[in-house]
């Protein structure tokens, strides 16, 4: 989870310190409790590449308007689990990643090592 953001901004810092090229923050939930200025303000000092977060809270239009966020939706996969649900299915088949990977790189023209 994102909350205010100092402890992402900070170990990106570091982590540029230390040579980082690109660095991606991810997290399931960004809140942004202290607003965005200090993440505008170290993407455009390159501390950071881009932000990730899911879809599975609010995002203000004022965050998904900047350049590096991207929004991660997950409504195809809630939607799968609840569906399971339902059907008194197993989730196994969900949580597991490895045919999702595999299907993702067959489509991308990758072999699997």
């Known amino acids: 989870m994102i909350s205010s953001g100092n402890t992402a901004l900070q170990i990106s810092?570091?982590?540029k310190a230390l040579?980082?090229?690109r660095i991606f923050i991810c997290a399931t939930?960004?809140?942004?409790?202290?607003?965005?200025?200090?993440?505008?303000?170290?993407?455009?000092s390159k501390v950071?590449?881009?932000i990730l977060t899911t879809n599975l809270i609010y995002q203000k239009e004022e965050l998904l308007a900047k350049p590096y966020y991207?929004?991660?939706?997950?409504?195809k996969f809630v939607a799968l689990?609840?569906?399971s649900l339902?059907?008194?299915?197993?989730?196994?088949?969900?949580l597991d990643p490895v045919d999702r990977i595999n299907r993702f790189l067959?489509?991308?023209?990758?072999r699997r090592s």
């Open 48 to 50: 950071f590449h881009s």
């Open 29 to 44: 939930f960004g809140l942004f409790t202290d607003g965005l200025e200090k993440f505008d303000e170290a993407w455009k």
């Open 81 to 83: 689990i609840i569906d």
């Open 19 to 21: 040579g980082a090229r």
């Open 70 to 75: 991207r929004s991660c939706d997950l409504s």
């Open 106 to 110: 067959k489509r991308k023209g990758a």
């Open 86 to 94: 339902n059907h008194d299915s197993s989730l196994s088949d969900l």
């Open 13 to 15: 810092r570091e982590l």
